[in-house]
């Protein structure tokens, strides 16, 4: 009998301990879905090259500027790993509590380790050209959940920013021009198309004319063929 018992305060026990984990998880993943992304861009310099060139195996975006140029955290997160490679270079990964990991290449100095905890704006890093790299330059690159070698888990860093056309300047610590929700599609490009409106490109998308120009720096309304829109999806 008192085998018995003890063994069904054993089961009470795990079953309240498992409760507490499921709901401590949904608890999580609600906090995290409700949050929103104010990323700031992680360095001074122009845009040289954008996700996806070079038959696809760009994975990320490159920022151009001189050697010694502070290289910023884009958010809050703790530092994965830190250390120089043949391909990045000085290369820094960032671990974000909304479930991203960040990339930081080529750097000619890295300024945190491994396992640090780093606030948003902190500088971890001088841009150079290190690794495989033909000039100065930061390599910034953006994974959901976390990075692989394969990089399959990857994401165009304008879904975040909403620009990043090659020659546009950006600033280090500027912001989007509106705060995105983590856990949803945050934009695509569209190629107008002939006779396509902002109107019609706004409807299908369902978002709104005023975004499209706001997200695209449009003073006007007037668009042509084969000119490239940042939507909302």
Request: glycine residues 10%; aromatic residues 6%; hydrophobic residues 35%.
């Amino acid at each position: 009998m008192v085998e018995y018992i003890k063994r069904l305060l054993l089961g009470i026990i795990m079953m309240v301990i498992i409760t507490i984990l499921i709901i401590g998880s949904k608890q999580s993943i609600a906090r995290a879905e409700g949050m929103k992304l104010s990323w700031i861009w992680p360095a001074d310099g122009v845009i040289t090259d954008v996700f996806g060139t070079r038959n696809g195996q760009h994975k990320g975006i490159d920022i151009a500027d001189v050697t010694g140029t502070p290289v910023l955290s884009v958010d809050d997160g703790r530092v994965s790993k830190s250390y120089y490679s043949d391909t990045y270079g000085h290369v820094v990964f960032i671990k974000h509590e909304t479930g991203y990991e960040t990339v930081y290449a080529h750097l000619s100095k890295r300024e945190v380790q491994e396992g640090q905890m780093v606030a948003k704006g902190q500088k971890i890093g001088l841009m150079g050209s290190t690794g495989e790299s033909s000039g100065p330059h930061l390599h910034f690159e953006i994974h959901q959940n976390e990075w692989t070698e394969t990089k399959e888990n990857s994401i165009d860093p304008t879904k975040i920013f909403g620009i990043g056309e090659i020659g546009q300047h950006v600033s280090a610590g500027s912001m989007p021009t509106k705060a995105v929700e983590v856990g949803k599609t945050l934009s695509d490009k569209y190629t107008v198309k002939s006779g396509d409106t902002l109107w019609g490109i706004a409807s299908k998308s369902e978002t709104t004319v005023h975004d499209i120009k706001q997200l695209n720096d449009l003073q006007s309304e007037i668009i042509v063929p084969g000119q490239q829109l940042v939507v909302e999806q």
